[in-house]
């Protein structure tokens, strides 16, 4: 696949198209909301497959197929293909100066993030607010975030500095970005160019999230006796797990602070 993957638009909208009827006769009802970023799903995604093919044999035994696993690979590679599309219009009729700023300012958002989960690792405000922000992946949510950092640089200075971050320069520099981001906002429907291709996109996600999931419950079965639970672990979503371990650490301290 890799010699082979899509380059172009037409392209990418060949491979999405593979899977178009059954995603458009996915009820909007059961559209799932995204619980982690696109890459990040893809990329565990891509790994669950390579598991599977791995250890194909004593999934085999409890139901697990090659054309399930092949299926789950073609949704993959559409919901790839669909985010990519999704990316490609919302630059659309954009000049190139635009769409520059637009990825500077995701750069600097993953900065941020990977740094803001650093500082406020032991502020449960801090934290919640950073899960606030992990939500949307629109440009308006873009706008918003660096809004909400500029906050978190200011209110949280003394944390940011103890990792060598200049919250005054990095708060300037997202209120910088926030604001010229506006200005592109006022001047654009948004939401009429990005409604089609997103949807396309999260109708593909939950599709694959289903078949990702079914995966999981085969191999928690095939491999139920592993003491280790190494082989079942690698069905299993990490990102998912780092979070729910955040969040219950969170609670725990949030009781402690409340029995006190």
Known sequence: MAENRPR???????VVAKVADLAEAL?????????????TSIDEWLAVILAARENYEPLSKVGVTHAMIDHFEKLVFALSSGQTIWQMERRGGRNEETAAMIDEAEKLRNYLTDAAELALRNNLEGQRR?????????????????DLFTLL???????FKAICI??????????????????????EDVAKALSGSKEMRDRIYTLAKEKQQEIRMFASFAFRGDKTNKRR?????????KRDRRARAKAAAAATTTQD
């Open 153 to 159: 640089l200011t209110e949280a200075r003394p944390l």
């Open 233 to 241: 672990g690698l069905f299993a979503s990490s990102y998912l797990r």
């Open 130 to 146: 950073l899960e606030t922000m992990r939500e949307g992946d629109g440009i308006p949510d873009l706008v918003s975030d660096l």
């Open 166 to 187: 200049n919250s005054d320069e990095q708060a300037n520099k997202a209120a910088g970005m926030r604001d010229s981001l506006r200005k592109v906002l006022a001047e």
């Open 27 to 39: 009820p909007t009802d059961a559209i799932r909301e995204l619980d982690m970023p696109i890459a």
């Open 8 to 14: 172009t638009l037409e392209e990418h909208q060949a």
